[in-house]
């Protein structure tokens, strides 16, 4: 037996760590999501307090501070992830390796979810704080959320490359722009522009109150994650310098949403229609001048690129699922420049038809945020728990401490988070969640079930030829007809040639063919009700060989255009032939 070996790619050099990323790379790279919920997090908490007035208002920043601390916790759970999963730890590998498939699929789902929503919150919001700076698009909102979305696919889409340094500048811009707010805030005595709010429905200021501020503001803990996810992205060393970018961005998201929050009490900001609380914190710090604009323009960028990640994140996570049969497996193909083009097209439908759903407005997303990435929390810090238990490495008490305090942290808080906002849309994600992982069961099940029928897994008997017939439909006598005939003469034991028509059609095919002679044997089959694929398949079950052999012949026109003028007697005849026969059915294309 001789194996013929194909000639090696040669593969381009190794660059080394080049093209990795810095810490600071990796803050802007990776941190996206985290620092673009400054812009909607406050928000949802101040929407909640201010229906209980002053009083209600006065609770924002110790409901921001409960967030930090449980900010805090999550990022030093997810430094001990860094250093356990140095090939990235994301919730969905953390829960394969130690909590089970299951589980996994509970993890998958939830990160889906979460991808989805953080493409619909971040366009909303980055529209939203544009309808601030020009309000004349207000009514448009809807319209310029599809076009944002539309613009973000088709860059993904072109498989344009997500360079850490592209997004070092915006992200810069954007985390100064609202650090000179919260200083200059500060600074002043009263706000430099005072935006009038409409008075609400009062309140008393209640447990229940305070906890559904606080679920609303956990959507400020979005992204605490994706760090933990790339580790092998950093330049070596990759744990220590992943770990501080963890911590770095810990530290940068809870500065800002303690400043905002602290100056939402200083100029008692309320809820404005048609305005957003930042835009109102900025206008009360920094004025209605170019500053102003500034602040907003470099918010809708952010949130631009923060929902740009998802269109990263989702397809490579597919991928994993597919790849251990939990999604079909188109979702792992890759087209030209590495694009996942389905899980693309997944994420911009679905996340398309949220934003339609709700009107672009991000108040009414923001709330279903927050369950998906708390499951996703608590199951991985369940999983580094078990991990530490396991291996048990020097101080493994106090870092399974440390993640079992963050799992029974980020359990309650979903628990808080699901009851609070279940009447309010949070259902849809309860529901949502199981819907998931039974259908990726399902998918699981039948390729297992396809895989026995393949025998995966087992080294098949060697091939041995057998017998074979090449049946050839024939409709008229042509060159097309002579080029499927040499081409069946070349593939098959015995070559038929088939003609169907109805029984008081004149016989002009079978002068035709006489007068040609290609010594091949001719069968005739009559149907009185002119079916192409029953007869065929009726003569196909009474054919002595077991190997039996379809050739289509058909045109492949010039024009895309001329494609409409075809009979498409072929495709309905394979797909008949492919759904209720054995054969092999080959379709060959005469181009003309």
């Known amino acids: 037996m001789s194996v013929v070996m194909a000639p090696a790619v040669k593969e381009p050099p190794d660059t080394g760590d080049k093209h990795r990323l810095t810490v600071v790379g990796g803050l802007a790279a990776l941190s996206l999501d985290a620092m673009a919920s400054v812009a909607y997090g406050p928000e949802a908490i101040v929407l909640v307090l201010a229906l209980a007035g002053g009083a209600g208002l006065g609770f924002t920043i110790p409901v921001t501070l409960t967030i930090a601390a449980l900010l805090a916790v999550l990022t030093f759970s997810y430094r001990q992830v860094i250093a356990a999963f140095p090939d990235g730890g994301g919730a969905y590998g953390v829960a394969r390796t130690y909590l089970g498939r299951r589980a996994s699929l509970v993890a998958g789902a939830s990160l889906v979810v979460d991808y989805v929503l953080n493409v619909a919150v971040s366009v909303a919001a980055g529209v939203a704080a544009l309808t601030s700076a020009f309000p004349g698009l207000l009514p448009y909102t809807v319209w310029v959320c599809l076009a944002v979305l539309a613009l973000v696919t088709a860059i993904n889409l072109k498989g344009i490359a997500h360079s850490a340094r592209a997004f070092v500048a915006p992200t810069a811009i954007y985390v100064g722009a609202i650090l000179l707010v919260i200083i200059a805030g500060l600074l002043r005595s009263e706000p430099a522009v005072i935006t009038e709010a409409h008075p609400l429905m009062m309140q008393t200021v209640g447990v229940l109150l305070l906890l559904k501020a606080f679920a ?153 945020f927050a369950i998906g990435v708390f499951v996703g929390f608590t199951l991985s810090q369940a999983g580094m728990v078990k991990h530490w238990v396991l291996d048990r490495p020097s101080g493994w008490r106090w870092r399974a401490a440390l993640n079992g305090f963050g799992a029974l942290l980020t359990f309650v808080a979903a628990i808080v988070v699901t009851v609070s906002k279940f009447t309010e849309g949070g259902w849809l994600i309860v529901v949502t969640l199981p819907l998931m992982v039974a259908g990726m069961e399902w998918v699981n099940r039948s390729y297992t079930r396809i895989g026995q029928r393949l025998e995966l897994g087992r080294t098949p008997v060697p091939p041995r030829p057998r017998r074979s017939l ?123």
């Not at 803990?221 to 760090?227: N, P, S």
């Not at 039996?548 to 492949?556: D, G, P, Q, S």
Request: charged share 20%.
């Open 470 to 592: 090449v049946v050839v439909p024939v409709h008229a006598v042509s060159r097309l007809s002579c080029e499927a005939l040499a081409a069946a003469l070349s593939l098959g034991d015995r070559v038929v040639a088939v003609h169907v028509t109805h029984p008081e059609d004149p016989p002009f095919f079978v002068d035709d063919w006489e007068r040609w002679h290609p010594d091949v044997e001719l069968v005739q089959l009559f149907d009185a009700h002119r079916r192409l694929d029953q007869p065929l398949i009726d003569y196909l079950g009474r054919v002595p060989e077991a190997h039996v052999f379809v050739l289509i012949a058909e045109v492949e026109p010039a024009h895309a255009w001329e494609r409409l003028l075809q009979n498409q007697r072929g495709a309905v005849l394979a797909r008949a032939l492919r759904r209720r026969t054995d054969t092999v059915v080959c379709r060959m294309r005469f181009r003309v």
């Open 216 to 368: 609303n503001g956990c959507a400020s803990l979005t992204g605490v994650e994706a760090i933990a996810n790339a580790v092998p992205s950093f330049r070596r060393p990759r744990v220590r310098r992943a770990q501080r970018a963890e911590v770095a961005l810990g530290g940068l998201l809870a500065v800002m949403l303690i400043g905002i929050a602290a100056l939402i009490e200083k100029f008692a900001i309320a809820p404005v229609e048609g305005v957003t609380v930042l835009a109102q914190v900025t206008q009360a710090a920094l004025g209605d001048g170019w500053l102003f604009y500034l602040v907003q323009f470099s918010t809708v960028v952010l949130l631009a690129l923060a929902a740009n990640t998802s269109f990263g994140g989702l397809p490579v996570l597919a991928e994993l699922l597919a790849k251990d049969n939990n999604l079909p497996h188109f979702f792992a193909l890759r087209a030209d420049r590495h694009v996942h083009r389905y899980g693309i097209a997944f994420l911009a439908v679905t996340s398309a038809g949220l934003l339609v759903v709700s009107g672009g407005d991000m108040n009414l997303l923001v709330p279903l």
